[in-house]
């Protein structure tokens, strides 16, 4: 889910900030999915992977085995994609790329050289300090970072600096949500000097940390969410519906799933995610069932509970309602 948290973290950041400025509801909500997007940016570097996965160890009798995946992902992972200096030069050149796809650049070469240059020195650097893998990381990045600059300068008519800045908030915000999640980030790549020599730990019981890791990835959701829904003047009741305290009964998973941790955390996150759509769908159903449409006719209740953001709502609401049920019963057999 971290790479959901990245997004939505700066997502939050820059609708709350475009609000303060007292930006239209369009514009704030394009300013935040494009600094959403950049802050997603440095994951691009699990391309590693492809390249140096050996193929014989992910395809075993006949079928692919994602730990093989990860584990080689991971040697490459949270490192120059990670970088405080790297997004320092990216960003800037980013914002340059926007005046470039506009021709709205009044010196065009000069700022061509300065896109091109800071770039291009990305990934000679790269490829100077990690070889030709780094390379490759660092080209899959500068060239997916090229073109979600164009397609913003093509769909949005944010300005270069705007941009720049929006890239800035994105890049720079992405490696301190990791720093709870795994191993550190290099995040003054490409010097030898970390800021971070091991795992923030919340918790010395591993499952508590695990779950203290997804209280924080939820409460990044939730302001991400509380952003859309103060910009576009919706109400508050959105999160509010009786098919969100189902998520309670979560809490027996507690007594029949082996302990979540880190390294071991799927069936936690995908059964816990799995009660929370469940709940977002029940409270869709409810509102659209005939005799329910017949009784209230509360055109309120009716927006609310369409299947789409009131849906997310809900399903938000009963994810929280069963972390904490699980919390609660976790620790009560600790």
Do not use: K
């Not at 820059?14 to 609000?19: R, S």
């Not at 494009?34 to 570097?45: I, N, R, Y």
């Not at 509102?287 to 009131?310: C, I, Q, Y």
């Amino acid at each position: 889910m971290m790479f959901v948290g990245h997004a939505l973290f700066a997502f939050a950041l820059a609708v709350l900030f475009a609000e303060r400025r007292g930006w239209s509801a369009r514009q704030a909500l394009a300013l935040g999915i494009v600094t959403g997007s950049f802050a997603a940016l440095p994951d691009v570097d699990v391309v590693y992977a492809l390249f140096a996965l050996d193929g014989g160890r992910f395809v075993s009798g006949g079928a692919g085995d994602p730990e093989a995946f990860w584990a080689a992902a991971n040697s490459g992972h949270r490192s120059m994609t990670h970088s405080l200096v790297v997004a320092a030069v990216a960003a800037p050149a980013f914002g340059l790329l926007i005046a470039l796809v506009r021709r709205s650049a009044r010196r065009p070469l000069l700022v061509s050289a300065g896109a091109l240059s800071g770039l291009g020195g990305l990934v000679a650097v790269a490829i100077a300090v990690s070889g030709p893998l780094g390379g490759i990381v660092m080209g899959a990045f500068v060239l997916a970072g090229v073109g979600l600059a164009a397609l913003t300068a093509r769909r949005t008519d944010l300005s270069p600096r705007t941009v720049a800045a929006a890239a800035a908030i994105g890049l720079f915000s992405h490696p301190w949500g990791d720093l709870v999640t795994g191993s550190p980030p290099q995040m003054l790549y490409p010097f030898e000097v970390g800021l971070f020599d091991a795992r923030v730990l919340l918790h010395p019981d591993p499952t508590i940390h695990l779950l203290g890791a997804f209280a924080l990835e939820l409460a990044v959701i939730w302001l991400a969410a509380l952003a859309v829904v103060r910009v576009t003047d919706r109400s508050i009741r959105l999160f509010s519906d009786r098919s969100a305290a189902l998520g309670a009964a979560y809490g027996a998973a507690a007594i029949v799933l082996v302990p979540p941790t880190l390294d071991v955390s799927y069936h936690f996150v995908f059964s816990i995610l799995a009660v929370g759509s469940v709940c977002g769908v029940l409270s869709w159903y409810r509102s659209v069932s005939p005799v329910r449409t017949v009784v209230r006719r509360d055109v309120a209740a009716a927006e609310r509970l369409r299947p789409n953001f009131g849906v997310v709502a809900i399903a938000l609401a009963g994810t929280t309602v069963a972390l904490v049920g699980y919390a609660v019963v976790y620790v009560a057999l600790a």
